[in-house]
């Protein structure tokens, strides 16, 4: 067949089983380097299509119209300047023929170099062909590379069957495919020649080995003769299909789980979902336990009922289907029985204790070797709570808000230390909250321990009640506080510490439970916590704070220049940037935006530029010219209304307030000479402007609307 039909190419390669939660970005990665390694060559276009399989025991791709050898292609090789190239007679220079032997070329290519001009000097150049790559050689090398840049968690290593070759890999890799079209391509890898066989399911393909007719039949013949569903994609839709199924045909649904999805179908080559149950006594214990020993043990899909609460009866994703799953269904039942009755003997044994007693406990575990132990920690987020609790005031049932964030604090780490946080580290707060109500305490104590830790991550809910929040803030203040005093700050991708999301809690509890909190204090608040000699690192974290908080404005769906507008006044209140921000939007639809926000930028360039004392008082009798005057007079009736109307927090309704002055404004800037010779015009016209500016930059920073 001519070389430059294009054919589709099939690369598979078989392995032991490999690790579930990398699978699917194993399947990506593969792929996608193979086709960029093609491409980077010349055997594949832009158009080529992708298509990825993933199973336990394989990766694969299949890539449209790839050719079997890449075209020839003129290439312009730079070798010297002329100057360097020839001697004085024209004669080639030693270097010049040395550069044309590492070419592969000789004395005969001579007369064939071209001379141009590069920069200011003639240089020479050699143009070649260069033969395009075979598919044969092209594969190789990007096989090769694929495989060096997979995203292996953790490397093997083992020897092939020599019984001396070692090879590093994440697994053991038993079988290599390469068809271009219906061609085995000679390729190697792993210590692996490629041929056109492979294996289907471990136990109920039709065939072993599956001997693959081409490229084109992989999918199929694997699904109709090795039992195995090769699309990752099409595998985890399959295991969708039947959990739906199942649930509904018991009347529930199967909780929902993308990543527990991804795993399974990590896990099977051909699933077979199957309902399982347990004895009802245990659902005495808290569903997030069963649910989490479920989940994360054993992989199954507990079954909710239409309230969300969790039933007795499981699902689970099989890799076998046998004609009577009876015994695999008993097997699994056998299995879950000894794990849920952990967590019933780790829940009964927890309330054996209060929550009150465990807390001095806190004072043997360590929490970072800078920063002390837990109960230090502790310490620290109530002397937070306390101070934030006393600034908002609220009266709970008689008792003051800082005295039950105090206490919620005091308990809010001590299910750190029971058995079934031990158990399930995922599960601190949410069983605090439970041993509370069981020790007989307040609900918004119990609430206030499971919700500090809000918002875990982007979209999660904040803290249900006051008590939680203040706790909230203060255990993120103290973690910003502390990790910044020491040092330890995100670096690019980098946040072990999650500093990110602390920030973003704080802002978004600031802003969506509209918080009357000052943002210098509340830091400052944080890091009088600690003991003298901790690092004073307030501005840095006011810093960060404040980059995290355009972020999230941004994708509040608000622009740039709006959030830079608002953001540009450092604010030290947040509760009311969503209203500024409303305001900064209503004002710049205005037909009066434009000018304004330009005039508004220039007013601020003269006012950087001005050396007069910023306190000098306007003085009517300076007041000479008529548009000044005019400038004066429209100033004069709109600030107060505008005041006014920021006062009462309207603060669309005092930005609208200032549209009557682009007539006057502009009249101004036309009609005036802001820098008179006279220094007390120059003065008085300077402190014109500078009550023009702020009053026009109470809400935001106008003139960063500008163009």
């Not at 006594?281 to 969300?308: H, S």
């Not at 109307?645 to 007539?663: H, N, P, V």
Request: net charge neutral; with cysteine; charged share 20%.
């Amino acid at each position: 067949m001519n070389q430059m039909t294009t054919r589709n190419l099939l690369i598979e390669l078989l392995v032991e089983e490999l690790p579930p939660k990398a699978l699917k970005k194993l399947g990506e990665a593969f792929g996608a380097l193979l086709l960029a390694g093609l491409r980077a060559q010349g055997l594949a276009g832009e158009h080529a299509a992708l298509t990825v399989f993933a199973t336990p025991r394989r990766l694969a791709a299949h890539i449209s119209a790839v050719l079997g050898a890449a075209p020839d292609k003129a290439v312009s090789n730079k070798l010297m300047p002329v100057a360097v190239g020839l001697a004085a007679d024209g004669t080639p220079t030693p270097a010049l023929m040395k550069k044309l032997a590492a070419l592969g070329a000789d004395a005969s290519a001579l007369p064939h170099l071209r001379r141009q001009l590069d920069g200011k000097a003639e240089a020479l150049f050699l143009d070649t062909m260069q033969t395009g790559a075979t598919l044969a050689a092209g594969l190789q090398k990007a096989l090769d590379e694929a495989i060096g840049k997979l995203p292996i968690p953790k490397v093997m290593l083992y020897q092939l069957s020599d019984g001396w070759t070692g090879v590093n890999f994440v697994r053991p890799a038993h079988g290599l495919v390469a068809l271009h079209g219906a061609d085995v391509v000679p390729v190697s890898a792993l210590g692996l020649r490629s041929g056109r066989q492979t294996q289907g399911h471990r136990f109920e393909a039709a065939m072993a080995p599956v001997v693959l007719q081409d490229a084109d039949h992989y999918a199929r013949q694997l699904q109709d003769q090795g039992a195995v569903t090769a699309s990752f994609e099409a595998r985890r839709g399959e295991i969708v299909r039947q959990l739906q199924a199942a649930a509904a045909r018991e009347g529930l649904a199967p909780i929902d789980d993308d990543a527990l999805l991804d795993e399974v179908t990590a896990l099977v080559e051909r699933p077979n979902v199957l309902r399982c149950e347990f004895e009802p006594e245990f659902l005495a214990v808290p569903q997030e336990c069963l649910i989490l020993t479920m989940k994360a043990n054993q992989k199954y899909f507990p079954l909710l009922d239409a309230g969300g609460r969790l039933t007795n009866k499981f699902l689970l994703v099989s890799n076998i289907t046998p004609a009577d799953p009876a015994r695999v269904i008993q097997g699994n039942e056998r299995v879950v029985r000894p794990r849920l009755a952990d967590a019933k003997f780790f829940f009964d044994q927890d309330r054996k204790r209060t929550l009150a007693s465990r807390a001095p406990g806190l004072a043997k575990v360590v929490y970072h070797g800078k920063l002390g132990t837990q109960g230090e920690r502790t310490d620290r987020v109530r002397s937070i709570a306390r101070a934030i609790g006393q600034q908002l005031g609220a009266d709970h049932g008689g008792l003051a808000l800082a005295d039950l964030a105090d206490e919620a604090a005091t308990l809010s780490k001590a299910d750190l230390l029971t058995d079934m946080v031990g158990e399930f580290p995922e599960l601190q707060g949410t069983m605090g909250a439970y041993y509370a109500r069981h020790d007989g305490l307040r609900e918004s104590i119990a609430e206030a321990i499971e919700d500090h830790y809000k918002p875990r991550f982007a979209g999660d809910a904040l803290p249900r009640g006051d008590v939680g929040i203040v706790v909230a803030l203060a255990d993120k203040l103290e973690t910003l506080a502390g990790l910044f005093g020491i040092g330890q700050l995100p670096t690019g991708d980098k946040d072990p510490f999650a500093l990110r999301r602390h920030a973003l809690g704080v802002i978004r509890m600031l802003v969506e439970r509209h918080l009357p909190l000052n943002l210098p204090h509340l830091v400052a608040t944080a890091f009088k916590a600690f003991p003298p000699g901790h690092g004073q690192a307030q501005a840095e974290v006011a810093h960060f704070m404040f980059e995290r908080l355009v972020g999230y404005l941004r994708e509040l769906g608000y622009s740039a220049h709006e959030v830079d507008a608002v953001v540009a006044l450092r604010p030290d209140i947040w509760a009311d940037l969503p209203r500024r921000l409303a305001a900064v939007r209503a004002f710049a639809a205005l037909p009066e935006a434009p000018a304004l926000s330009a005039a508004n930028k220039r007013v601020g360039n003269i006012l950087k530029k001005s050396d007069d004392a910023p306190s000098v008082e306007i003085a009517p009798a300076l007041l000479t010219e008529d548009a000044e005057r005019a400038l004066h007079a429209a100033l004069g009736a709109a600030a107060p209304v505008a005041d006014a109307a920021f006062a009462a927090g309207d603060y669309t309704a005092s930005l609208q307030a200032l549209a009557t002055l682009k007539g006057p404004v502009d009249a101004f800037f036309d009609q005036v000479m802001v820098n008179a010779d006279d220094v007390a015009l120059r003065a008085n016209r300077i402190a014109l402007l500078r009550a023009l500016h702020t009053s026009m930059n109470r809400v935001a920073d106008l003139s960063r609307l500008a163009a």
